[in-house]
């Protein structure tokens, strides 16, 4: 038994998926020219009155519902006043003591075990701009000051690293689905900070540390789980663990000291002045309520449970939304769950894959997909003749129906036809025919090969073996 316990917290940064910037009209688009997605608001010139963007709002809502919070009737947003370079007002427009969502929760499965993890706020800000170190100078980017994020803060409810990475991916999920932020962490679109602390059991909780800016999965993984290890060698060896911020260098796989306590963040935070109050009517919540779509899990679920799926096709049903969506667009079009998984999960993501295409690019509409496989339902095609057709529809924009016709693809099925094919081949093949009466029955398989050569593969194949049968014996 392990004499410590490790307590981990999260705060997770999301830039919003919003067209323009929170209070300018500025583009969010990310990269660009240094300083050219900037005006007068967002690099901070005096005299300028900001204009909360309305989207931002709304998307922060958003997150907050799916992730079970309260929404807020009554939110304030604060300055939060520190200085550095990259924020040219010398403060951060946020959210302190007023934030738009408070407790929520997301429910987890990590290490096989399901686990709640409560969500303590929500809440809005901006981002600051970039520096760019180069040798002999350093240069200021402010074309992401401005950019709307919102901060998820986690209770300490994680007790290692495998449910940090489980919490992670189900957030990164929930923010997708919901369209609030495309959470591109090679962008830095979701950013997360741990705070964790080690104490023996039955004892108050230890001094905690902060890691920043995590800006991978696997780095936030491995940063856990070397500082729970780093804080057991101290206390073990009868040390104190200090109240610092470490940064995390994932290059070399270890942290060092960013700040110690001695100058810890003191932020002083008071009401921003130049933006009203935020009061959200509960028909306004109630409307974005509305428009939630359903979410991964519960998806899952109903695959698993109501429609019969296995676990693991409900999982890669799921990763991404558009073929979730595409997926049940298809059965609600008459199609077999099955048959529309085992599809998607075969030919469609190989095709997109070998393309290079993201999902939203499939070329094939529900109701098409539902027409391949009434044909395959109904014998006119075989399996293999869809998957044919399924290529084909990835390059012409022409219904499986046209394309069978077209060119003749349709699967034989009439037995005078395929009768005298199997004579033929018989006729041809008078060793195989020996070998098969003198005992050796899987000899067959070779003249079934035979006749699906001759008919190009559209003979219907258990046809062909019923009938050989028939004129061998
Ligand atoms: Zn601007």
Redesign the pocket.
């Known amino acids: 038994m392990d004499e410590f316990k490790t307590v981990i917290g999260l705060e997770v940064h999301a830039e919003l998926d919003t067209k323009s910037?929170i209070y300018?009209?500025?583009t969010t688009e990310f990269g660009g020219e240094e300083n050219t997605h900037?005006?007068p608001?967002?690099?901070g010139m005096p005299g300028v009155l900001p204009m909360l963007n309305r989207k931002v709002v709304e998307y922060c809502v958003r997150a907050g519902l799916a992730l079970n919070c309260a929404i807020n009737p009554y939110s304030r947003q604060d300055r939060k006043h520190y200085f550095y370079p990259d924020l040219p007002k010398a403060f951060q427009t946020s959210q302190f003591d007023q934030p738009l969502c408070l407790k929520g929760y997301v429910d987890i499965v990590a290490d096989g075990q399901p686990k709640r993890i409560g969500i303590t706020r929500i809440h809005i800000e901006e981002d600051a701009g970039k520096l760019i170190h180069e040798v002999g100078q350093t240069r200021v980017d402010y074309n992401r000051c401005?950019v709307p994020l919102i901060e998820i803060v986690t209770e300490p409810d994680f007790e290692n690293s495998a449910q940090v990475h489980a919490f992670l991916e189900a957030l990164r999920e929930i923010l997708l689905y919901t369209e609030v932020s495309n959470c591109k962490m090679e962008e830095g679109s979701l950013r997360c900070d741990v705070n964790l602390s080690i104490h023996r059991v039955g004892e108050p909780f230890g001094t905690r540390t902060e890691m920043k800016n995590l800006n991978s999965f696997s780095a936030a993984v491995a940063a856990v789980q070397y500082e729970a290890q780093r804080q057991r060698r101290v206390l073990s060896a009868g040390g104190k663990i200090t109240q610092d911020t470490l940064r995390w260098d994932d290059a070399a796989g270890n942290n060092y000291v960013m700040r110690s306590k001695e100058d810890a963040d003191e932020y002083f935070y008071f009401p921003e002045p130049d933006i009203m109050p935020m009061v959200l009517s509960d028909g306004y919540i109630d409307r974005i309520r509305q428009t939630l779509p359903e979410l991964p899990a519960h998806r899952r679920e109903r695959y698993v449970s109501q429609m019969g799926l296995p676990l693991y096709d409900a999982q890669l049903l799921t990763v991404s939304k558009f073929i979730s969506d595409f997926f049940d667009q298809t059965v609600a079009a008459g199609a077999q769950p099955k048959s529309v998984s085992n599809f998607i999960m075969g030919d469609i993501m190989r095709l997109l894959n070998e393309r290079g295409w993201a999902a939203e690019k499939l070329p094939i509409s529900a109701q098409s997909m539902a027409e391949l496989l009434s044909l395959i339902e109904k014998g006119a095609i075989s399996n293999s003749m869809g998957s044919k057709v399924i290529e084909i529809m990835f390059d012409e924009a022409k219904s499986p129906t046209d394309i069978v016709q077209e060119r003749g693809m349709a699967q034989v099925s009439d037995a005078g036809a395929i009768r005298e094919m199997c004579r033929q081949v018989i006729a041809e093949n008078p060793k195989i025919v020996d070998d098969y009466k003198g005992g050796k029955v899987k000899a067959i398989t070779a003249l079934v090969g035979q006749v699906m050569k001759m008919s190009r593969g559209k003979a219907n194949p258990s046809m062909v073996n019923q009938l050989l049968e028939e004129l061998l014996n």
Do not use: E, F, L, Q
Request: aromatic share 0%; glycine share 20%; charged share 10%.
């Open positions: 910037k300018c009209g500025c900037v005006c608001i967002c690099s401005g």
